[in-house]
């Protein structure tokens, strides 16, 4: 990628405005946690791995200048802020408990060395993040024949991760390996990462990529045009219920009525063993004016009301294969995701 999704530079966290994107490539730097709390909730930067890094960045900030036994009390405040951003997103929580574990094994470092220390594991997150991407999407790479045609939904690569990607990074990597690959990105309403960024990041990277509305879907699916279907995640349940943009569910559905393999793209780090079902997996509800409104202009009567969750679920039965970082996990996904995360 040309411009990175973020990363820690002279003290700061960096990251792309992706709200700008194409028309705009303005990088954003925050000094305070605050500032990277307010980030994520503004999607200044989204997608689920991003916003663990970004966490994680956030709170090695927020520990500058504190230790021992009021270290701990700015970290429960700094987690707390964090935290209440973006509920779906179990990475999020991933990263803070790891950035917890961290400090608990610090406190009895100096200021300094307590501040690099936590500083150092950002860091490790934001580099185990692009290992973790790009072994992904080796695994994945070798579902793909050549041609292929691949249709995705919302953006889940370079920018929606430390770099490189989980769905296009599967995409990626067949294309790095030789095959002959080409993209439908739906454009993803309302906030339009598909024709936004998905689009913008796979023109960048010289790989054929065609924008279709949401709606358009079924109609290519249809006509025999997609050799598979290939997302990302924000939450992946125990039983293989998967939490991701909303849009994803009927486009499992689409997918299965008309024979195309559905894909999900998982980190281990995605996949959240403690919730049992879809049903349990917090669903994040966005403003009404993303829906009212479209480039600044009121597009609903005044008056209106819309319903604005940013997740749907896709049910397990839908899903032909989770790709992880370890390998290929396919039903009974209870038994297949536990030994993925297991390392067996």
Known sequence: MPVKTIEWRGGAVRMIDQRLLPAREVIRTYRDYRGVAQAIRSMVIRGAPAIGVAAAMGVALG???????????????????????????????????????????????????????MVA???????????VNRALGSHG?????????????????????AGYGTALGVIRAARDAGKKISVYADETRPFLQGSRLTAWELHKDRIPVTVIADNMAATVLARGAVSCVIVGTDRTAANGDVANKIGTYPLAAMARRHGVPFYVAAPLSSIDLDCRSGADIPIEERAQNEITEFAGKRVVPRGVPAFNPAFDVTPAELVSAIITERGIARPPYRKSLAAMKKGR
Do not use: Q
């Not at 997103?89 to 060395?113: D, G, Q």
């Not at 790479?141 to 991760?161: E, K």
């Open 121 to 131: 594991e950002a860091i490790a997150i934001y580099e185990e993040d692009l290992a």
């Open 141 to 161: 790479a070798a579902l793909l024949d050549s041609p292929a045609t691949v249709l995705t939904h919302c953006n889940a690569g370079a920018l929606a991760t």
């Open 63 to 117: 520990m500058k200048g504190v230790s021992g036994r009021s270290a701990i009390s700015r970290f429960e405040s700094v987690a707390r802020t964090l935290r209440a951003t973006r509920p779906t997103a179990v990475n999020l929580a991933w990263a803070l408990e790891r950035m917890r574990t961290t400090l608990e094994a610090s406190l009895s470092m100096e200021k300094s060395r307590l501040f690099d220390r």
